[in-house]
Structures are given as structure tokens and as C-alpha cells.
């Protein structure tokens, strides 16, 4: 999406994430860096895009939703990066060694939620909290 306005916030990002999800599909790494006006060659950058999705997913994990950062993988491999794994660890969600199983079935969670019923309310966001 290059020459597009503004980056997104990460309000906007959650909906893409989202639009992704119901879609039952999956990101790159690199388009999301895009959208939000970073760059994947910048290591600041790459840390700052985990950073984000991070701060995404632990926030659909309070709301009781599956982790949405499932959908953005490395262009490389089609699966996230470890931060996604740290995290899933760190939320007590990952308890097996056995990533890519944890993986496929938190993709599954993500794609079923985004495409059903629930998911056609759309994700809160930070301003539907007030």
C-alpha cells in the first residue's frame, strides 16, 4: 500500500487485523510496518512493530479474544516471529514446546472469532472504553 495518507493508529491497525481475520487471512510482518509508516530494515523499527502487536494482542487476551497478532507471520516462514510465542508464554497460553500446533490452533481461534457472530461487532477500541 505504498503512497497511502497518513499511518495508521493502532486503533486502525486492530480493525485491519480484524478485517484480515474475518477475511481468514493472514499479513506479512512487512505490510503491517507500512501501514503504520515504519520500516522492516530499520532494527528500532522491527522491535517497535512487536511492540504494537504486542500491546494488541494482550489487550484482545483481557477482553477474552483470542490473540489477533496470529495473522501478521514473516513473509519468510508464514508464522509469527517470537514475540508471539513470548507472549503466548507469558499470558499462559503456551505451555507445551510444541509451537507450531500452539500456532495453527490460535490462528483457528482467531479466523473462527473474527468470522463469526462475535466478530461482526468489531474489536473495542481504546475510545469505546471511555
Known amino acids: 500500500m505504498s503512497g ?3 499511518p ?3 486503533d486502525q ?7 484480515i481475520a474475518r477475511r481468514g487471512r493472514t499479513t506479512t510482518y512487512g505490510e503491517v510496518a507500512e501501514l503504520v509508516g515504519l520500516d522492516m ?3 528500532y523499527d522491527r522491535r ?3 511492540s504494537i502487536l504486542g500491546e494488541l494482542s494482550e489487550d484482545e487476551h483481557r477482553a477474552g479474544r ?3 497478532s496470529a495473522v501478521v507471520v514473516a513473509s519468510g516462514t508464514a508464522v509469527p516471529g517470537g514475540g508471539f510465542f513470548e507472549l503466548a508464554r507469558r499470558l499462559g497460553l503456551l505451555r507445551a514446546e510444541d509451537k507450531d500446533s500452539f500456532y495453527i490452533q490460535e490462528l483457528r481461534r482467531v479466523h473462527d472469532y473474527w468470522s463469526g457472530s462475535r466478530g461482526r461487532e468489531g ?3 481504546s475510545e469505546d472504553e471511555l
Open 41 to 43: 530494515s530499520s532494527p
Open 123 to 125: 474489536a473495542m477500541t
Open 13 to 19: 491497525l486492530l480493525q485491519h487485523l480484524c478485517d
Open 48 to 50: 517497535r512493530i512487536g
Open 66 to 68: 483470542p490473540l489477533i
Open 8 to 10: 495508521l493508529s493502532q
Open 4 to 6: 497511502m495518507g497518513m
